[in-house]
């Protein structure tokens, strides 16, 4: 079955970078857009971007281009999310989601389980 | 102005039935392409309703999705104390470039 898993929660002081991992299997890994979705506590969700794991061709939203950059390793069939300029806002949780169709710039189907990603001093 | 406006919590006894609107308010809105997700406490957003109105497999008839307009509406008949969950309406815009969600509604069953 399709399954995403991130890696693990991070804690980083304001300024630093983060990289977050999301690891697919049961499936053409690079047949499916990744898109990266963040959660604020108590928040609602947020759209990131998307990148096309085939290509290395990416789309980032407005607010945090220049700040974040997507990445995949076609190798070991994981797509990567690093946000830098980290503030205390950024804190949240951090999803990578793959489309619901292979091949096309698609909308969410499946979800990994999230990555805390917490910016304190 | 948002592009997806949900109600910010509806509610319902076991057993009932309840809508949630999604207000679509652009069209730059790819047509028929509408999404629903779950969200129940503490996990990730799980994929109830695509293209306005379809189920993936697994996804019980008790939820459905439909379009009036230019709003989509999530249904959900039957309900369950299990039901209790954030909603959330999710499209990409008619270039499918940028991805957007509604601020999501918070169900709950009384």
């Known amino acids: 079955q399709v399954q995403l898993v991130q890696s693990g929660a991070e804690v980083k002081k304001p300024g630093a970078s983060v990289k977050v991992s999301c690891k697919a299997s049961?499936?053409?890994?690079?047949?499916?857009?990744i898109h990266w979705v963040r959660q604020a506590p108590g928040q609602g969700l947020e759209w990131m971007g998307w990148?096309?794991?085939?290509?290395?061709?990416?789309y980032y939203a407005q607010q945090f281009q220049g700040r974040v950059a997507m990445t995949r390793d076609t190798a070991i069939n994981t797509a990567h999310m690093e946000l830098s300029s980290l503030r205390s806002d950024d804190t949240a949780v951090y999803y990578c989601?793959?489309?619901?169709?292979?091949?096309?710039?698609?909308?969410?189907?499946?979800w990994g389980q999230g990555t805390l990603v917490t910016v304190s001093s | 102005q948002s592009v997806l406006t949900q109600p910010p919590s509806v509610s319902a006894a076991p057993g009932q039935k309840v809508t949630i609107s999604c207000s679509v308010n652009?069209?730059?809105?790819?047509?028929?392409?509408v999404f629903w997700y779950q969200q129940l406490p503490g996990t990730a957003p799980k994929l109830l309703i695509y293209?306005?109105?379809k189920r993936p497999s697994g996804i019980p008839d008790r939820f459905s999705g439909s379009k009036s307009g230019t709003s989509a509406t999530l249904g959900i008949t039957g309900l369950q104390t299990g039901d209790e969950a954030d909603y959330y309406c999710?499209?990409?815009?008619?270039?499918?470039?940028?991805?957007?969600f509604g601020g999501g509604t918070k169900l709950t069953v009384l």
């Open positions: 652009t069209s730059n809105i790819r047509n028929n392409y």
């Open positions: 293209d306005y109105d």
């Open positions: 049961g499936y053409a890994f690079t047949a499916y857009y």
């Open positions: 989601a793959r489309a619901r169709v292979r091949g096309l710039i698609d909308f969410i189907g499946q």
């Open positions: 990148i096309n794991p085939n290509s290395g061709g990416t």
């Open positions: 999710g499209t990409l815009d008619s270039g499918l470039r940028v991805g957007v």
